[in-house]
């Protein structure tokens, strides 16, 4: 009797841990990681169906558990600083709880795993942008005219331009994207907001941050830098506006400059059937008359 007690208490203990797993979504980074002994599967797709197998158990025992991307080369890195055998299981376990406390995860709600692994790959994504944006920031040092932080400074600046483009819809919802070309490729910030009962704006706040942090660096680094903001409300066509920075300030594109961007292909330049239900339109002036330009340095 104390026997079936104890299990039956232990049970009730396990749905009270949380867990995370460190997924290879990549099949090049799953063949990597078999180079390991101890690593035993051998095919990526069966490895799939496996761990969708143990993530659904662990959900029918009332356990929630999140997934990570687990890198092999940041493993590898891991362990040797901090002197694990990356062949030993162990050493596995310990990376995926480091994964849990710092790198980018999402839970695991009972989706099919193929519905999942897009949006953890773009967290991942997301995460890399904002942590690079963040560094750029930190190495720009100081304007060697007026000694103030360039990347201070831009941060505050991008700021209060994304609460003139806030003030500048009414609708209910509005997706709003940041584009900065660097070289090799475009980094992008997306921003999702919508209003309460009460006509209060609702946003995430790390979508926010990795948002103004990327602006700024367009503001810092006088890039081609755009935003575009979608305006979704019920029963009306969604309004599409954008702007291209310039120096400090955000330019408004005009209705035929938003809607031949939008149905341009950025890779090809072919041109692209316009959305229905949309109006491509000619986008308000934002923010103050602050002097173009920003820093010299």
């Known amino acids: 009797m104390a026997r079936t007690q104890h299990t039956t208490m232990r049970r009730a203990l396990r749905r009270e841990v949380a867990g995370t797993i460190g997924l290879l979504a990549d099949e090049d980074d799953f063949a ?38 687990f890198d092999p ?30 790198g980018p995860t999402v839970p695991y709600d009972g989706q099919p795993l193929a519905d999942l692994l897009p949006d953890l790959i773009d967290e991942a994504v997301r995460r890399a942008t904002w942590e690079y944006a963040t560094l750029l920031l930190a190495r720009l040092g100081s304007c060697a005219v007026c000694g103030e932080d360039i990347g201070r400074a831009a941060f505050n600046r991008a700021s209060d331009l994304l609460v003139h483009l806030l003030d500048s819809s009414e609708t209910d919802t509005r997706h709003l994207v940041c584009s900065v070309p660097t070289t090799p490729e475009t980094l992008l910030a997306a921003l999702h907001t919508a209003q309460d009962d009460d006509g209060h704006t609702e946003l995430d706040e790390t979508e926010a941050l ?43 594109l005009t209705a035929a400059e938003v809607f031949d961007a939008y149905c341009t292909d950025a890779v090809s330049g072919d041109l692209v059937a316009p959305e229905s239900g949309v109006d491509y339109c000619a986008a308000p002036i934002i923010g103050d008359a602050r002097p173009e330009g920003g820093h010299r340095h």
């Open 210 to 252: 990795q948002f103004t942090t990327l602006l700024a660096v367009g503001i810092a680094t006088h890039s081609a830098a755009g935003v575009v903001m979608r305006s979704l409300a019920d029963g009306k066509r969604d309004r599409v506006q954008g702007w291209r920075l310039h120096g400090e300030r955000l330019m408004p």
């Open 73 to 102: 080369e940041e493993y590898a890195e891991y362990c040797a600083e901090a002197g694990l055998d990356p062949d030993a299981p162990a050493s596995r376990t310990r990376f995926t709880a480091e994964l849990a406390a710092t």
């Open 32 to 69: 990597a990681m078999r180079r390991y002994r101890t690593f035993t599967f051998d095919d990526h797709t069966a490895y799939l169906q496996q761990a969708e197998g143990l993530l659904r158990s662990l959900a029918s025992d009332g356990g929630h558990t999140t997934i990570a991307l």
